[in-house]
Protein backbone atom coordinates (compact mmCIF):
# COMPACT_ATOMS: atom_id res chain seq x y z
CA UNK A 1 0.00 0.00 0.00
CA UNK A 2 1.39 3.19 -1.13
CA UNK A 3 -1.56 5.46 -1.48
CA UNK A 4 -3.43 6.93 1.95
CA UNK A 5 -6.34 9.17 1.97
CA UNK A 6 -7.06 11.46 4.56
CA UNK A 7 -10.45 12.77 5.83
CA UNK A 8 -10.05 15.02 8.91
CA UNK A 9 -6.83 17.06 8.60
CA UNK A 10 -7.55 19.22 12.05
CA UNK A 11 -5.33 19.47 15.30
CA UNK A 12 -5.07 16.08 15.37
CA UNK A 13 -4.64 14.90 11.28
CA UNK A 14 -2.39 17.56 10.16
CA UNK A 15 0.31 16.13 12.06
CA UNK A 16 -0.80 12.34 11.56
CA UNK A 17 -0.99 13.49 7.79
CA UNK A 18 2.71 14.65 7.98
CA UNK A 19 4.18 11.53 9.65
CA UNK A 20 2.65 9.51 6.68
CA UNK A 21 3.71 11.37 4.41
CA UNK A 22 7.63 11.32 6.40
CA UNK A 23 6.97 7.72 5.95
CA UNK A 24 7.05 7.93 2.46
CA UNK A 25 3.15 7.29 1.60
CA UNK A 26 1.28 9.62 -0.96
CA UNK A 27 -0.94 11.77 0.50
CA UNK A 28 -4.37 12.21 -0.58
CA UNK A 29 -6.33 14.71 2.06
CA UNK A 30 -10.01 16.21 1.85
CA UNK A 31 -11.44 18.71 3.88
CA UNK A 32 -14.24 20.89 3.71
CA UNK A 33 -12.38 24.18 3.91
CA UNK A 34 -9.14 24.00 1.29
CA UNK A 35 -7.52 27.01 3.09
CA UNK A 36 -7.16 25.59 6.26
CA UNK A 37 -4.78 22.57 4.47
CA UNK A 38 -2.98 25.08 1.87
CA UNK A 39 -0.06 24.04 4.26
CA UNK A 40 0.14 20.20 3.86
CA UNK A 41 -0.68 20.92 0.17
CA UNK A 42 2.38 22.65 0.10
CA UNK A 43 4.56 19.93 1.56
CA UNK A 44 3.49 17.31 -1.06
CA UNK A 45 -0.21 16.44 -0.01
CA UNK A 46 -3.12 16.26 -3.05
CA UNK A 47 -6.19 17.36 -2.47
CA UNK A 48 -9.65 16.25 -3.61
CA UNK A 49 -13.11 18.02 -4.22
CA UNK A 50 -15.27 15.33 -2.33
CA UNK A 51 -14.40 12.26 0.17
CA UNK A 52 -15.55 10.15 -2.35
CA UNK A 53 -12.93 11.27 -4.85
CA UNK A 54 -10.06 10.68 -2.49
CA UNK A 55 -11.40 7.88 -1.55
CA UNK A 56 -11.65 6.06 -5.26
CA UNK A 57 -7.98 6.81 -5.78
CA UNK A 58 -5.98 5.34 -2.65
CA UNK A 59 -5.21 1.81 -1.20
CA UNK A 60 -6.37 2.88 2.36
CA UNK A 61 -8.73 5.26 3.34
CA UNK A 62 -8.39 7.10 6.48
CA UNK A 63 -10.78 9.55 8.95
CA UNK A 64 -10.40 11.20 11.84
CA UNK A 65 -13.87 13.55 12.00
CA UNK A 66 -15.49 15.19 15.47
CA UNK A 67 -18.55 13.21 15.90
CA UNK A 68 -20.20 10.24 15.03
CA UNK A 69 -22.89 12.26 12.89
CA UNK A 70 -19.75 12.96 10.52
CA UNK A 71 -18.45 9.80 10.68
CA UNK A 72 -22.10 8.58 9.25
CA UNK A 73 -22.05 11.22 6.89
CA UNK A 74 -18.32 10.57 5.48
CA UNK A 75 -19.22 6.61 5.22
CA UNK A 76 -22.33 6.63 4.22
CA UNK A 77 -23.61 9.95 2.73
CA UNK A 78 -23.85 10.95 -0.66
CA UNK A 79 -20.43 10.23 -2.53
CA UNK A 80 -19.12 8.61 0.36
CA UNK A 81 -16.44 6.37 1.48
CA UNK A 82 -18.55 3.19 1.50
CA UNK A 83 -19.78 3.97 -1.94
CA UNK A 84 -16.45 5.25 -3.56
CA UNK A 85 -13.37 3.26 -2.23
CA UNK A 86 -12.61 0.36 -5.02
CA UNK A 87 -12.67 -3.33 -3.84
CA UNK A 88 -9.84 -3.83 -1.53
CA UNK A 89 -9.18 -0.80 0.04
CA UNK A 90 -9.13 -0.50 3.92
CA UNK A 91 -11.08 1.78 5.43
CA UNK A 92 -9.80 3.18 8.68
CA UNK A 93 -11.62 5.15 10.77
CA UNK A 94 -9.94 6.86 13.53
CA UNK A 95 -12.00 9.11 15.43
CA UNK A 96 -13.15 8.33 18.77
CA UNK A 97 -16.95 7.64 18.01
CA UNK A 98 -20.14 4.44 18.76
CA UNK A 99 -18.82 1.23 18.97
CA UNK A 100 -22.50 0.29 17.11
CA UNK A 101 -21.50 3.12 14.52
CA UNK A 102 -17.93 1.01 14.14
CA UNK A 103 -19.77 -2.06 13.64
CA UNK A 104 -21.88 -1.04 10.92
CA UNK A 105 -19.25 0.22 8.91
CA UNK A 106 -17.77 -2.87 9.10
CA UNK A 107 -20.45 -5.06 8.00
CA UNK A 108 -21.32 -2.51 5.08
CA UNK A 109 -18.10 -2.70 4.36
CA UNK A 110 -17.69 -6.23 3.89
CA UNK A 111 -20.95 -6.35 1.58
CA UNK A 112 -19.04 -4.37 -0.73
CA UNK A 113 -15.40 -6.12 -0.49
CA UNK A 114 -13.86 -3.48 1.63
CA UNK A 115 -11.94 -3.97 4.82
CA UNK A 116 -12.98 -1.89 7.60
CA UNK A 117 -10.95 -1.14 10.81
CA UNK A 118 -12.08 1.46 13.63
CA UNK A 119 -8.95 2.17 15.14
CA UNK A 120 -8.99 5.32 17.93
CA UNK A 121 -6.27 6.84 19.26
CA UNK A 122 -4.90 8.40 22.12
CA UNK A 123 -2.29 10.54 22.89
CA UNK A 124 -3.32 14.19 22.36
CA UNK A 125 -1.93 16.52 19.51
CA UNK A 126 1.76 15.99 21.10
CA UNK A 127 1.37 12.31 20.42
CA UNK A 128 -0.15 13.31 16.94
CA UNK A 129 2.86 15.50 16.11
CA UNK A 130 5.85 13.16 17.44
CA UNK A 131 4.31 9.99 15.74
CA UNK A 132 3.75 8.53 19.64
CA UNK A 133 0.11 7.66 19.42
CA UNK A 134 -1.97 4.37 21.17
CA UNK A 135 -3.83 3.27 18.55
CA UNK A 136 -6.53 0.76 19.65
CA UNK A 137 -7.56 -1.24 17.20
CA UNK A 138 -10.68 -3.35 16.70
CA UNK A 139 -11.79 -5.89 13.11
CA UNK A 140 -10.22 -8.45 12.00
CA UNK A 141 -6.71 -9.25 12.81
CA UNK A 142 -5.25 -10.07 9.34
CA UNK A 143 -6.40 -6.11 8.26
CA UNK A 144 -4.79 -5.06 11.33
CA UNK A 145 -1.67 -7.01 10.67
CA UNK A 146 -2.32 -6.00 6.97
CA UNK A 147 -2.10 -2.14 8.28
CA UNK A 148 0.60 -2.14 10.48
CA UNK A 149 3.28 -0.28 9.00
CA UNK A 150 0.58 2.33 8.17
CA UNK A 151 -0.32 2.53 12.05
CA UNK A 152 3.66 2.62 13.14
CA UNK A 153 3.76 5.95 10.68
CA UNK A 154 2.06 7.45 13.63
CA UNK A 155 1.64 5.60 16.73
CA UNK A 156 4.25 3.38 18.92
CA UNK A 157 2.31 1.93 21.02
CA UNK A 158 -0.41 -0.42 18.36
CA UNK A 159 -2.56 -3.35 19.91
CA UNK A 160 -5.25 -5.09 17.93
CA UNK A 161 -8.12 -4.86 20.90
CA UNK A 162 -10.86 -7.53 19.12
CA UNK A 163 -13.49 -7.98 16.77
CA UNK A 164 -15.39 -5.06 15.36
CA UNK A 165 -16.44 -2.02 17.71
CA UNK A 166 -13.49 -3.31 20.24
CA UNK A 167 -11.21 -0.67 19.20
CA UNK A 168 -14.20 1.97 20.32
CA UNK A 169 -14.74 0.53 23.32
CA UNK A 170 -11.30 0.54 24.43
CA UNK A 171 -11.18 3.98 23.75
CA UNK A 172 -14.12 4.35 26.06
CA UNK A 173 -12.30 2.96 28.41
CA UNK A 174 -9.45 5.19 28.11
CA UNK A 175 -11.66 8.02 29.11
CA UNK A 176 -13.25 7.02 31.54
CA UNK A 177 -9.54 6.78 32.91
CA UNK A 178 -8.78 10.08 32.18
CA UNK A 179 -12.29 12.03 33.73
CA UNK A 180 -11.43 10.70 36.89
CA UNK A 181 -7.84 11.31 37.09
CA UNK A 182 -8.02 14.92 35.54
CA UNK A 183 -10.72 15.81 37.90
CA UNK A 184 -8.47 14.56 40.71
CA UNK A 185 -5.91 16.88 39.40
CA UNK A 186 -8.74 19.53 39.40
CA UNK A 187 -9.70 18.84 42.79
CA UNK A 188 -6.75 18.41 44.63
CA UNK A 189 -5.43 21.82 42.99
CA UNK A 190 -8.20 23.56 44.12
CA UNK A 191 -7.80 22.59 47.67
CA UNK A 192 -3.92 23.52 47.72
CA UNK A 193 -5.22 26.84 46.40
CA UNK A 194 -7.66 27.54 49.48
CA UNK A 195 -5.01 26.35 51.36
CA UNK A 196 -2.78 28.78 50.73
CA UNK A 197 0.09 26.15 49.01
CA UNK A 198 2.59 27.36 46.51
CA UNK A 199 0.70 25.15 43.30
CA UNK A 200 4.41 24.83 41.51
CA UNK A 201 5.87 23.71 44.65
CA UNK A 202 3.22 21.15 44.65
CA UNK A 203 3.50 19.54 41.42
CA UNK A 204 6.99 19.50 42.12
CA UNK A 205 6.43 17.60 45.23
CA UNK A 206 3.80 14.87 44.07
CA UNK A 207 4.18 14.46 40.18
CA UNK A 208 6.85 11.74 40.95
CA UNK A 209 5.10 9.59 43.51
CA UNK A 210 1.82 7.73 44.03
CA UNK A 211 -0.40 10.50 42.81
CA UNK A 212 1.58 11.06 39.50
CA UNK A 213 -0.19 10.71 36.11
CA UNK A 214 -0.13 11.37 32.82
CA UNK A 215 -2.43 13.81 32.98
CA UNK A 216 -1.27 15.54 36.20
CA UNK A 217 2.29 15.73 33.48
CA UNK A 218 0.25 16.93 30.64
CA UNK A 219 -2.13 19.45 32.81
CA UNK A 220 -0.67 20.67 35.96
CA UNK A 221 1.32 23.53 34.78
CA UNK A 222 -1.13 24.67 32.23
CA UNK A 223 -3.46 24.81 34.56
CA UNK A 224 -1.55 27.00 37.44
CA UNK A 225 -0.18 28.88 34.54
CA UNK A 226 -4.10 29.74 32.99
CA UNK A 227 -3.02 27.98 29.92
CA UNK A 228 -6.66 26.77 28.17
CA UNK A 229 -5.23 26.25 24.61
CA UNK A 230 -7.08 22.77 23.43
CA UNK A 231 -4.43 19.98 22.72
CA UNK A 232 -7.82 17.97 22.84
CA UNK A 233 -10.96 19.96 22.60
CA UNK A 234 -13.25 20.27 25.78
CA UNK A 235 -17.05 19.79 23.44
CA UNK A 236 -15.28 16.32 22.13
CA UNK A 237 -14.36 14.99 25.32
CA UNK A 238 -17.84 15.68 26.24
CA UNK A 239 -18.85 13.84 23.22
CA UNK A 240 -16.51 10.57 24.12
CA UNK A 241 -18.31 10.53 27.78
CA UNK A 242 -21.60 10.84 26.18
CA UNK A 243 -20.38 7.42 24.35
CA UNK A 244 -19.38 5.88 27.30
CA UNK A 245 -22.34 6.63 29.83
CA UNK A 246 -24.55 5.71 26.89
CA UNK A 247 -22.61 2.40 26.24
CA UNK A 248 -22.21 1.50 30.57
CA UNK A 249 -25.95 1.98 30.72
CA UNK A 250 -26.57 -0.47 27.89
CA UNK A 251 -24.96 -3.17 30.15
CA UNK A 252 -26.31 -2.17 33.32
CA UNK A 253 -23.22 -0.24 34.45
CA UNK A 254 -23.88 2.95 36.79
CA UNK A 255 -20.59 4.65 36.75
CA UNK A 256 -20.98 7.28 38.80
CA UNK A 257 -17.51 9.13 38.93
CA UNK A 258 -17.95 9.59 34.99
CA UNK A 259 -21.22 10.56 35.59
CA UNK A 260 -20.24 13.34 37.73
CA UNK A 261 -17.51 14.17 35.80
CA UNK A 262 -19.57 14.53 32.71
CA UNK A 263 -22.47 17.02 34.35
CA UNK A 264 -19.43 19.13 35.45
CA UNK A 265 -18.07 19.54 31.99
CA UNK A 266 -21.69 20.11 30.71
CA UNK A 267 -21.85 23.52 33.03
CA UNK A 268 -18.78 24.84 30.85
CA UNK A 269 -19.61 23.13 27.55
CA UNK A 270 -21.26 26.77 26.37
CA UNK A 271 -18.82 28.94 27.20
CA UNK A 272 -15.50 26.75 27.20
CA UNK A 273 -16.16 23.91 24.81
CA UNK A 274 -13.31 24.96 22.51
CA UNK A 275 -10.68 24.84 25.01
CA UNK A 276 -8.81 22.22 26.41
CA UNK A 277 -9.96 19.56 28.65
CA UNK A 278 -8.12 21.01 31.18
CA UNK A 279 -10.44 23.75 31.53
CA UNK A 280 -12.28 21.50 33.75
CA UNK A 281 -10.43 23.47 36.77
CA UNK A 282 -13.55 26.52 35.79
CA UNK A 283 -15.70 24.45 37.55
CA UNK A 284 -14.01 24.74 40.77
CA UNK A 285 -12.90 28.89 40.39
Do not use: W
Not at 20 to 28: F, N, S, V
Not at 225 to 230: I, L, N
Request: charged share 25%; proline share 2%.
Amino acid sequence: MKKIGFVGVGIMGKSMVRNLMKAGYELHIYARTKAKVEDVIAEGAMFHETVGDCAANVDAMISIVGYPKDVEKVYFGENGILDSAKEGTYVIDMTTSSPNLAKRIYEAAKEKGLHAMDAPVTGGDTGAKNGTLSILVGGDREDYEACHKIFEAMGTNINYEGGPGCGQHTKMANQIMIAGALSGVCEALSYAKAQGLDLQVLLDSVATGAAGSKQLDAFGEKIIHGDFAPGFFMKHFIKDMNLAVEEADDKGLDLKVLKQVLANYRTLEEDYGDLGTQTLIKFYE
